[in-house]
């Protein structure tokens, strides 16, 4: 079941962070990504690095800066699996001012990754 997420954007250092409020135990890096788990080992949050450019190329059209700092709320799941997890975040993304689309991200976690 897919929970609300909080969303925050670092526009210098083109991070972007969801979470899904949960404290944070440990994190790993994986790829473009750090996966923050919970002290019950459940993956509660992620960062993606350089941001701007893996969504543009995830979405196969154009995320700017500007649009990923006011992404203003987004839902956050993982499905997990004996070899790997399945993280997906549904953002809801400014097209133009005051239209929002919604969009689905996945990234998937090897099972190495998560405990």
Do not use: C, W
């Not at 350089?50 to 700017?64: P, T």
């Not at 992404?71 to 809801?92: C, D, L, N, W």
Request: charged content about 30%.
């Amino acid at each position: 079941m897919a929970k609300e997420a909080h969303v925050d954007y670092d526009f210098e250092e083109d991070i972007l962070y969801i979470s899904t409020g949960v404290a944070v135990q440990d994190s790993l890096e994986f790829d473009q990504f750090i996966i923050d788990f919970s002290a019950d080992d459940k993956i509660v949050g992620l960062e993606i690095m350089n941001a701007s450019k893996y969504l543009e190329n995830f979405f196969e059209s154009e995320i700017d800066k500007k649009r990923l700092e006011n992404i203003k709320s987004a839902k956050f799941s993982v499905i997990g699996q004996k070899e790997f997890s399945i993280i997906k975040i549904v953002m809801k993304i400014p097209l133009v001012k005051g239209i929002f689309e919604d969009r689905l991200f996945t990234a998937t976690a090897p099972a190495v990754v998560v405990a």
